[in-house]
């Protein structure tokens, strides 16, 4: 019945076959067991895998399905999370030596909805410290860096590293990440991903380790667009438990999915101003495909200037998440920064050095930059622009690595809130995947993956896999 290796099938298919009793989930999760025993010990996907929990919970979904209680497109499917999420009586450390005997009692919420959907957790995944960083690589954490499947020399992005290196390489089917700046927008551009960062707000993020209270959004890093669609609708509603937790309604996200972009008015970003030069040719390549692919379907596309360079969004970010980087974790820093990584040592020193008063002016620079982008967006249905300016470097030239995470308009939509995605646009002439960002209105996370839905429906990206 399935011609595709199990680990390589997509949640939207894998999910059809359970529920037609075509697909045991006990074989797929064995499947993907298997396959993190084959490969994993040369990614570095995992910190940890839960695999006798994860064949109970397999076991149990078979059972429900046998008995007629499907939970929905997500039961019965595998999938894994950055290792920030809380998950009880599974360790969580977040690649830190100061929370390696850390084993929460409680589930974060998007664990708690992920398993009510019925979906089955592997284990956790790769990370920075925390969670968070400078974008240096630095090879000294207590668990080796993840790898990317395409190029096991280069980079994965970060910080959400394993979430874009397991998805790739099918060690996971879907993967949670957290996303402050571009960590699920940048690991999946470098992986060859669809990484949707939501509105603030759409996703609780209770029982997720705090990174940058203002900016910090979960989000999922997916193979498909579908894919993508069906996880946002497992994870999206509202959490009182979650301050910043919005009570907006949750429409379907995949009704309209294959509606196309017919009259849809779509933006489109050729001109990055100060920030130009950065651009890799093969991504500029990507977005001039994307854009033509969308106007035959019968967008109406339209040329946009930004009204403020991405640099001025990193800028503020930055100040703001040093800032509160340091509000969370400045008692360990001040107790026990010799057992930190020195990236998370850098990124706290650099919170030392921002005054209150620079941490205000971030703010108010915040609203006139929210303001100016969503002048922009409130005219279009979408905007098509850049995401990560570079393809995934090699770990050998750690000045690329870093520039691969400080080069980029992804802080665009953390400053703003609305949402974003990158998608895969294909492949350089080194075969490592190029990437675009389609962003739409806040709350209208439908349209953004409908968007990229149209042109991922016209590619064969997905048709190829690494070859590892």
């Not at 503020?316 to 400045?330: D, G, V, Y």
């Not at 850098?346 to 969503?374: C, H, N, P």
Request: hydrophobic share 40%; charged share 20%; aromatic share 6%.
């Amino acid at each position: 019945m399935i011609d595709t290796a199990l680990y390589y099938l997509t949640v939207g298919d894998a999910g059809r076959a359970i529920r037609r009793g075509e697909l045991s989930p006990v074989d797929l999760v064995d499947a993907y067991l298997a396959r993190i025993e084959s490969v994993d010990a040369a990614l570095h996907s995992y910190l940890l895998v839960a695999g006798d929990r994860a064949r109970d919970a397999a076991r149990l979904a078979e059972a429900e399905q046998h008995a007629g209680r499907s939970r929905g497109p997500m039961h019965g499917i595998p999938y894994a999370a950055k290792d920030n999420y809380y998950t009880a009586g599974i360790r969580t450390c977040a690649g830190s030596r100061l929370m390696l005997d850390h084993v929460p009692s409680y589930d974060a919420a998007a664990i708690e909805r992920m398993r009510a959907a019925g979906a089955i957790l592997l284990g956790k995944l790769n990370t920075w410290e925390y969670g968070t960083g400078t974008g240096a690589v630095h090879f000294d954490l207590p668990y080796p860096p993840a790898r990317n499947p395409w190029d096991t020399n280069r980079f994965t992005g970060g910080s959400s590293t394993g979430s874009g290196a397991s998805v790739a390489a099918g060690t996971a089917m879907i993967a949670l990440g957290s996303d402050t700046g571009g960590s699920v927008r940048l690991p999946a551009a470098a992986c060859g991903l669809q990484g949707l960062k939501p509105t603030f707000g759409r996703i609780s993020r209770h029982g997720m380790l705090p990174n940058c209270y203002s900016a910090d959004v979960p989000g999922a890093l997916a193979w498909t667009v579908e894919d993508s669609a069906l996880v946002l609708e497992a994870l999206a509603g509202h959490d009182a438990r979650d301050p910043a937790s919005a009570a907006q309604a949750v429409p379907s996200f995949t009704a309209r999915l294959e509606d196309g972009v017919k009259d849809l008015v779509i933006g489109v970003v050729r001109d990055l101003g100060e920030d130009e030069a950065q651009l890799d040719a093969a991504n500029r390549a990507g977005i001039e495909q994307m854009s033509r692919l969308l106007g035959a379907q019968g967008a109406r596309l339209i040329d946009i200037a930004l009204p403020v360079p991405p640099r001025e969004y990193q800028k503020a970010l930055r100040i703001m998440n040093w800032t509160e980087s340091l509000s969370i974790h400045e008692a360990d820093f001040l107790g026990r920064a010799h057992e930190m990584g020195q990236a998370l040592r850098d990124k706290m020193m650099s919170g030392f050095m921002i005054r209150g008063v620079d941490y205000l002016a971030a703010q108010r620079r915040r609203r006139e930059l929210t303001t100016a982008i969503d002048t922009v967006l409130r005219s279009l249905d979408a905007l098509i622009l850049p995401g990560a300016y570079h393809v995934a470097p090699p770990f050998s030239e750690p000045d690329r690595v870093l520039a691969y995470t400080s080069d980029s308009a992804c802080p665009m939509f953390s400053i703003s809130g609305h949402p974003a995605m990158s998608v895969c646009t294909g492949f350089d002439a080194d075969g490592m995947p190029t990437n675009a960002q389609i962003a739409g209105k806040w709350f209208d996370e439908a349209t953004v993956l409908r968007v990229a839905r149209a042109y991922e429906r016209e590619t064969a990206w997905r048709d190829r896999r690494p070859a590892l």
